[in-house]
């Protein structure tokens, strides 16, 4: 199977992802928007004009499906008319606060021969039917790691319980300052520390380290943090964003909650020696083989 994979800017998971896909000896094109993206530096009209005949030449090699990953490339796969097209939503597309986007988004979902959904709590938000396919983590990766062996890996005190922020500080949709007062207000003895910029094969060693995971986000598209300490069987505190809640809402020792002060309690709960999640068992957690399944199901439905 040949499918022609669509993004704006690429992501760790989606990487992941077509590189399980190849593993099961799907060939997979990649072909990204021009030009370069920042959060404060969207891509320009032209990049997207620049697109558009971009994907018409390449859709009429022998692909069997056109894969739109995000909104707002959907279009440009619906307007090829040779090769069925799936698309998914990535959360900040169908629940984006541009109206336009999100119009755009939908007209996607009803025009596409498959819909694809990470989470279904974006359910409401598609006029169609769909997929749930979670994004995958690697298990194996992202595991439960002995408390002592990680902070001495990290270099972090080992008497010392930490709340991990794993963001930039400055990215105002992640809210830090929200962070830094809940740790403030809650009865305990809580370190806040962020972390960003770190190899991502670290990252493990950081959540083992750390004794719950705080999120203040004000929106989110996943995020694939949770999951990844839900792999790691770290508690999450966290704000009711993204797929959050569906990862965690039934996980032990997570908190999940938009009101300040069930938040402090949650740090409160978690910020002792030995909790854990089971974070493990949750449903949402697929692994990567487990999403490529699904992904081909979905192929196989789409070219039918």
């Known amino acids: 199977m040949k499918v022609l994979q669509l993004i704006t800017s690429t992501r760790t998971f989606f990487e992941t992802q077509v590189e399980t896909l190849e593993d099961r000896g799907v060939e997979c094109t990649t072909?990204?928007?021009?030009?370069?993206?920042?959060?404060?530096?969207?891509?320009?009209?032209?990049?997207?004009?620049?697109?558009?005949?971009?994907?018409?030449?390449?859709?009429?090699d022998d692909y069997d499906v056109v894969h739109a990953n995000y909104g707002l490339v959907g279009p440009f796969a619906l307007a090829q008319p040779r090769r069925p097209v799936v698309v998914t939503f990535w959360g900040t597309d169908l629940m984006s606060d541009m109206t336009w986007l999100r119009s755009l988004s939908r007209q996607s979902a009803r025009l596409a021969d498959e819909v694809v959904l990470p989470s279904k709590a974006m359910a409401p938000e598609v006029p169609t039917d769909y997929a749930h396919v979670p994004f995958g983590v690697d298990t194996e990766q992202f595991r439960p790691i002995p408390r002592e062996e990680a902070?001495?890996?990290?270099?972090?005190?080992?008497?010392?319980?930490?709340?991990?922020?794993?963001?930039?500080?400055?990215?105002?949709?992640?809210?830090?300052?929200?962070?830094?007062?809940?740790?403030?207000?809650?009865?305990?003895?809580?370190?806040?520390r962020p972390v960003s910029g770190v190899d991502y094969a670290e990252m493990p060693y950081y959540m083992n380290a750390s004794d719950l995971?705080?999120?203040?986000?004000?929106?989110?598209?996943?995020?694939?943090?949770?999951?990844?300490?839900?792999?790691?069987?770290?508690?999450?505190?966290?704000?009711?964003?993204?797929?959050?809640?569906?990862?965690?809402?039934?996980?032990?020792?997570?908190?999940?909650?938009?009101?300040?002060?069930?938040?402090?309690?949650?740090?409160?709960?978690?910020?002792?020696p030995d909790v854990r999640s089971d974070g493990r068992w949750s449903d949402e957690l697929v692994s990567h083989d487990e999403m490529a399944d699904r992904l081909l199901s979905v192929y196989d439905a789409a070219l039918a």
């Open 31 to 60: 072909l990204a928007v021009p030009g370069t993206y920042a959060p404060d530096e969207p891509r320009s009209v032209s990049d997207y004009l620049k697109y558009a005949p971009k994907v018409l030449r390449e859709s009429i």
């Open 151 to 192: 902070k001495e890996r990290v270099g972090w005190p080992q008497d010392e319980t930490v709340a991990l922020f794993p963001y930039e500080t400055t990215r105002p949709e992640k809210d830090f300052d929200r962070a830094r007062r809940l740790v403030e207000q809650a009865d305990a003895d809580v370190t806040l």
């Open 213 to 272: 995971l705080l999120l203040t986000s004000t929106r989110e598209s996943g995020p694939m943090t949770v999951k990844e300490a839900a792999a790691c069987n770290l508690p999450v505190v966290s704000t009711d964003v993204g797929f959050v809640r569906d990862v965690v809402g039934d996980v032990a020792h997570c908190h999940v909650s938009d009101a300040d002060p069930d938040l402090v309690r949650g740090i409160e709960q978690v910020a002792a």
